[in-house]
């Protein structure tokens, strides 16, 4: 069983809209999707996300449609971005017609973006999918958390961790996710870490020649403040020399 | 508890409401103004100085090592708007602090536009790359910047984007209007 979002779809195809315009309003429709709503003779790709943006009812087609129309080949590489991935890699907030919570795996927008995670789809005309995770508002997800350890483990030719036996398992997303758990080159994680030294003062110097940082930027203020964001933490770094004022 | 009062008697009445004379006659803010100022994205600040030596990235440029360690401007036309479109910019961000968006290209940064570089490498090819990567690290590390940093060299790349801004969206009802 799959369940569309309706108004989040139709929302999502304006946004589309709003940032590959050029792309959409250049090219034209080359098939004829079997649409609930009727679209205008000579169709362009912008009419086609246009008709989805107005009629929510509709949107989940008409997303498929264009999703097929940019997969015609001599079309661009696509980018498939997500933020805050321990989201959709749980039970999602809705409930089915048997009050039983629905996997958001079950959800069509979502099954579409871990489908291309998971590698089980590849993008035909290639492209890259990328996912954040989030530390400030993400609910627990041990199976993420265990793949991403494991990854880890992996790029530093570390021991493999185990999986805690007493923790509930979701393999849906253990499923999704076993991509990073073996040797493959095209799925990894990247780790954002500190930045290095020269790095901080970098970006301290602009920092400073904003007139946002009223302090000579030599060796030491830099290590100081770099110690003080724990290790070169970006946000840390930001709060302690910018926001903060003594 | 008194009695009520007798008719036409007055009362002392200590409560403030918008009926009583002198009391709280403000104006209540309107439906959804108090989100709206919550949520929303200011990406200048007047008061911050010009960078003079602050370039900007560009297509030619954003996918070179050269950056690597320097802080570069989002060029306003294609990509900022397209970027607010996308909600890649959060409210809690940064980018009022300084006179327009700016990132600093940091090695994680060079190593997504490598793997950039890879795909667009591809596209002559019969098989072509899709690469997947999840960014994770510490608290305030910079991942959705990270994540921003690669939607722009998408956009400057003439790539398809597709952006799903908040994976809170996605899986519930509440969060969207």
Same mark, same amino acid.
């Given at each position: 069983?799959?369940?569309?979002?309706?108004?989040?779809?139709?929302?999502?195809?304006?946004?589309?809209?709003?940032?590959?315009?050029?792309?959409?309003? %250049?090219?034209?429709?080359?098939?004829?999707?079997?649409?609930?709503?009727?679209?205008?003779?000579?169709?362009?790709?912008?009419?086609?996300?246009?008709?989805?943006?107005?009629?929510?009812?509709?949107?989940?087609?008409?997303?498929?449609?264009?999703?097929?129309?940019?997969?015609?080949?001599?079309?661009?590489?696509?980018?498939?971005?997500?933020?805050?991935?321990?989201?959709?890699?749980?039970?999602?907030?809705?409930?089915?017609?048997?009050?039983?919570?629905?996997?958001?795996?079950? @959800?069509?927008?979502?099954? +579409?973006?871990?489908?291309?995670?998971?590698?089980?789809?590849?993008?035909?005309?290639?492209?890259?999918?990328?996912?954040?995770?989030?530390?400030?508002?993400?609910?627990?997800?041990?199976?993420?958390?265990?793949? #991403?350890?494991?990854?880890?483990? =992996?790029?530093?030719?570390?021991? #493999?961790?185990?999986?805690?036996?007493?923790?509930?398992?979701?393999?849906?997303?253990?499923?999704?996710?076993?991509?990073?758990?073996?040797?493959?080159?095209?799925?990894?994680?990247?780790?954002?870490?500190?930045?290095?030294?020269?790095? %901080?003062?970098?970006?301290?110097?602009?920092?400073?020649?904003?007139?946002?940082?009223?302090?000579?930027?030599?060796?030491?203020?830099?290590?100081?403040?770099?110690?003080?964001?724990?290790?070169?933490?970006?946000?840390?770094?930001?709060?302690?020399?910018?926001?903060?004022?003594? | 508890?008194?009695?009520?009062?007798?008719?036409?008697?007055?009362?002392?009445?200590?409560? *403030?409401?918008?009926?009583?004379?002198?009391?709280?006659?403000?104006?209540?803010?309107?439906?959804?103004?108090?989100?709206?100022?919550?949520? =929303?994205?200011?990406?200048?600040?007047?008061?911050?100085?010009?960078?003079?030596?602050?370039?900007? @990235?560009?297509?030619?440029?954003?996918?070179?090592? *050269?950056?690597?360690?320097?802080?570069?401007?989002?060029?306003?036309? +294609?990509?900022?708007?397209?970027?607010?479109?996308?909600?890649?910019?959060?409210?809690?961000?940064?980018?009022?602090?300084?006179?327009?968006?700016?990132?600093?290209?940091?090695?994680?940064?060079?190593?997504?536009?490598?793997?950039?570089?890879?795909?667009?490498?591809?596209?002559?090819?019969?098989?072509? *790359?899709?690469?997947?990567?999840?960014?994770?690290?510490?608290?305030?590390?910079?991942?959705?910047?990270?994540?921003?940093?690669?939607?722009?060299?998408?956009?400057?790349?003439?790539?398809?984007?597709?952006?799903?801004?908040?994976?809170?969206?996605?899986?519930?009802?509440?969060?969207?209007?």
């Amino acid at each position: 069983m799959q369940y569309t979002q309706d108004t989040y779809t139709a929302n999502l195809l304006q946004q589309i809209l709003k940032s590959n315009g050029a792309f959409l309003q %250049a090219t034209k429709m080359t098939a004829k999707p079997d649409l609930p709503l009727p679209l205008p003779p000579a169709a362009t790709l912008k009419d086609l996300a246009a008709l989805g943006m107005a009629n929510p009812e509709a949107s989940w087609p008409v997303f498929v449609a264009l999703w097929n129309e940019l997969s015609v080949p001599g079309r661009p590489p696509v980018l498939l971005a997500l933020d805050g991935l321990s989201h959709i890699m749980r039970h999602s907030e809705y409930m089915s017609a048997q009050v039983k919570p629905i996997h958001a795996h079950d @959800l069509t927008l979502v099954r +579409h973006f871990v489908d291309h995670l998971s590698g089980q789809q590849k993008l035909p005309n290639g492209g890259m999918v990328i996912a954040a995770t989030s530390q400030s508002n993400a609910p627990v997800s041990p199976a993420l958390d265990f793949c #991403i350890q494991a990854a880890r483990a =992996r790029q530093e030719a570390a021991d #493999i961790p185990q999986w805690n036996p007493y923790k509930n398992v979701d393999s849906r997303v253990m499923e999704t996710l076993g991509g990073l758990r073996s040797e493959s080159k095209d799925f990894g994680i990247i780790d954002v870490g500190g930045l290095s030294k020269e790095e %901080a003062r970098s970006i301290m110097e602009y920092y400073a020649e904003s007139g946002m940082l009223r302090h000579k930027v030599n060796q030491g203020f830099v290590t100081e403040k770099w110690s003080l964001a724990g290790m070169g933490n970006i946000g840390e770094l930001e709060k302690a020399s910018v926001r903060m004022r003594l | 508890m008194t009695a009520a009062p007798k008719k036409g008697i007055k009362s002392l009445n200590t409560k *403030k409401g918008k009926s009583t004379p002198g009391g709280d006659a403000g104006k209540r803010p309107g439906q959804g103004e108090r989100k709206a100022l919550r949520k =929303r994205i200011v990406l200048s600040n007047d008061n911050a100085l010009h960078v003079s030596s602050l370039q900007d @990235l560009d297509k030619a440029n954003v996918l070179s090592e *050269k950056n690597e360690g320097k802080v570069m401007g989002l060029p306003q036309e +294609h990509v900022v708007d397209a970027l607010r479109a996308v909600d890649a910019f959060k409210p809690n961000q940064g980018w009022s602090l300084f006179r327009r968006p700016a990132v600093l290209m940091r090695k994680e940064a060079i190593q997504l536009a490598r793997l950039f570089q890879e795909v667009e490498d591809s596209t002559g090819a019969q098989q072509k *790359k899709t690469i997947r990567r999840i960014l994770c690290g510490e608290r305030a590390s910079g991942k959705t910047t990270l994540l921003l940093q690669g939607l722009t060299m998408a956009f400057l790349r003439d790539w398809f984007v597709i952006n799903l801004p908040e994976g809170t969206d996605d899986t519930s009802w509440h969060t969207r209007a």
